[in-house]
């Protein structure tokens, strides 16, 4: 079983910054993707980010430019670095891994709280 455990989460004003870290453990093989989802109260969970094994990202129109994420295999950890929040947005940040394509629903942390203050 894969094990995520998100953290880094607070209150920023509008225009900071912060970084999540997520720490995967168990089983971590063949994992080739991880991804940033989040979901605002009242709102359905959305990728925010994605980054692939070989280093190729993906970002979700609405963060584009403001955001990195990033993944360091050593420590089986994905970041995401997040710059000129915005209130919009606040929501529980959730990673998650995927193997053969598809993300490990099964495997979602209990996730961090952001919250941008205007």
């Known amino acids: 079983q894969l094990q995520l455990v998100e953290s880094g989460g607070g209150l920023v004003q509008a225009g900071g910054s912060l970084r999540l870290s997520c720490a995967a453990s168990g089983f971590i093989f063949s994992i080739n993707a991880m991804g940033w989802y989040r979901q605002a109260p009242g709102k359905q969970r959305e990728l925010v980010a994605s980054?692939?094994?070989?280093?190729?990202?993906n970002y979700a129109d609405s963060v584009k430019g403001r955001f990195t994420i990033s993944r360091d295999n050593a420590k089986n950890t994905v970041y995401l670095q997040m710059n000129s929040l915005k209130p919009e947005d606040t929501a529980v940040y959730y990673c998650n891994a995927q193997r053969a394509g598809r993300w490990i629903y099964d495997s979602w942390g209990q996730g961090t709280q952001l919250t941008v203050s205007s």
């Open positions: 980054i692939t094994v070989g280093g190729r990202t």
